[in-house]
């Protein structure tokens, strides 16, 4: 197969390196850890539709990053761009909200099990934040404890001691447990008796670097009723897997109802907004809370969050995502079988997280992406992958073709592994 060169796109970076800070920042960056090496990337997009997207240098990708989540249903619906298109013809960022929030919230708690209440802003760091808010001010306390390793967003509370840009202050509040941990969670508890306002987590640990980990049984009943008898806020961190695992929730899907729970991505299928949802005990404490931003009231996301909720349930896109997730994991990990490689997945099928076992420096693994990659289908190294809904049989069997290639020019350079 032939390997895909990025000319553009690297005098585009050279371009943004001298007027924007680390050229692309963030997640989306080279400099991040996922792209690595780098030289397999492209940087810069020019198109994208269904589950496809292309590159600056004309080059097309099957991407199985989807925007890291919010792409759903596929790049481009048309249902949910009309749905955008009809209300953008009306308003969207206007001095008044339009009905179009209320029918959002309506069709939220509609949705949701755990949601007596929906608020929105734009990105999940916004309703985190708000989580966390939320729960000093209905309990009066203010520790909150968090899961090593998990990730919510980019507030100075959300950072780890020594990193650039926080002060000692911003975190001394947090506590910290690891992932199905029950026990070092109720030890903290009897700890700090009373001084706990909240226990975040996402539903299932969605690290970097390391595979994910599903909750074990009795985990998050554990949790719920720990929480409960300490008046402890539990909030669910379902900004990433949200409406992947479950309509109603992914606290929903593993059988407990949270306090507090954040969507953010998959929400209105790439359209900017995320919601806070709750239930009526932290209703007043929310609107307690100022909090508020200048596109938080924009229609135009509204529509296309009603549009997208509507389109989810009518296709049942978990069940799609986790067929069709079941479908390409089976075959990558045959494919690796076939070339004497172990390919290790973990996390939800939807969202899963795979690497490659033989060799712990994991350069393997990153040969590997970096062959997929340049070879038209896009994975990143050490973050979860995400399945959409617009992914067919043909972009499966093409992956796996690609997979298989790629599989091979690895070996070829690490005839000894076996
Ligand atoms: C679990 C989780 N929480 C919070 C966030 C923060 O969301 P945002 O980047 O939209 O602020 C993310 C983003 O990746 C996430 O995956």
């Avoid at 939807?350 to 038209?376: F, K, L, N």
Wanted: aromatic fraction near 12%; hydrophobic fraction near 40%; charged fraction near 20%.
């Amino acid at each position: 197969m032939e390997t895909y060169t990025y000319a553009n796109s690297r005098k585009l970076f050279e371009r943004a390196m001298k007027v924007i800070p680390a050229g692309v920042y963030g997640h989306l960056g080279p400099v991040e850890g996922s792209m690595v090496p780098p030289s397999a990337f492209p940087f810069f997009s020019s198109h994208a539709e269904g589950a496809h997207l292309w590159d600056v240098d004309g080059n097309r990708f099957i991407d199985y990053m989807c925007a890291y989540g919010p792409n759903i249903l596929g790049y481009r619906d048309e249902d949910i761009d009309h749905a955008a298109r009809e209300q953008a013809k009306l308003s969207d960022c206007v001095t008044l909200p339009s009905a179009t929030m209320v029918e959002f919230a309506e069709q939220l708690v509609d949705t949701v099990d755990s949601a007596d209440w929906a608020f929105f802003a734009k990105n999940g760091g916004d309703v985190t934040s708000f989580a966390l808010m939320i729960a000093r001010a209905a309990t009066g306390r203010t520790k909150a404890v968090f899961v090593n390793k998990g990730y919510h967003g980019v507030a100075a509370w959300t950072k780890l001691p020594g990193n650039p840009g926080i002060a000692e202050a911003d975190i001394s509040n947090n506590l910290y447990v690891d992932w199905n941990n029950y026990q070092q969670l109720e030890e903290l508890v009897s700890r700090h008796p009373g001084q706990i306002a909240c226990f975040m987590a996402s539903p299932y640990f969605q690290g970097n670097f390391v595979d994910n980990e599903l909750p074990e049984a009795e985990y998050w009943s554990k949790v719920r009723a720990l929480c409960t008898k300490h008046g402890i806020v539990l909030v669910i961190d379902d900004v990433r897997c949200g409406f992947r695992l479950d309509l109603a929730g992914s606290d929903h899907y593993y059988g407990f109802k949270a306090d507090l729970i954040c969507f953010c991505k998959a929400l209105a299928n790439g359209y900017n907004v995320s919601a806070l949802c709750g239930i009526d005990a932290l209703k007043s404490a929310a609107s307690s809370v100022f909090y508020t931003g200048s596109y938080w009231f924009s229609a135009v996301p509204f529509a296309a969050g009603i549009a997208t909720l509507k389109k989810l349930k009518e296709i049942d896109a978990p069940k799609r995502l986790y067929e069709i997730g079941k479908k390409l994991t089976e075959g990558l990990v045959d494919v690796a079988r076939t070339h004497s490689f172990n390919l290790n997945i973990s996390g939800e099928l939807p969202m899963w997280y795979m690497r490659i076992t033989d060799d712990e420096s994991q350069i393997i693994h990153q040969e590997w992406i970096a062959a997929c990659v340049q070879r038209g289908v896009f994975f990143t190294n050490h973050h979860n992958h995400f399945i959409n809904a617009a992914l067919t049989d043909e972009d499966i069997l093409y992956t796996l073709n690609v997979a298989d290639d790629a599989f091979k020019a690895v070996r070829k350079l690490h005839p000894q592994f076996v």
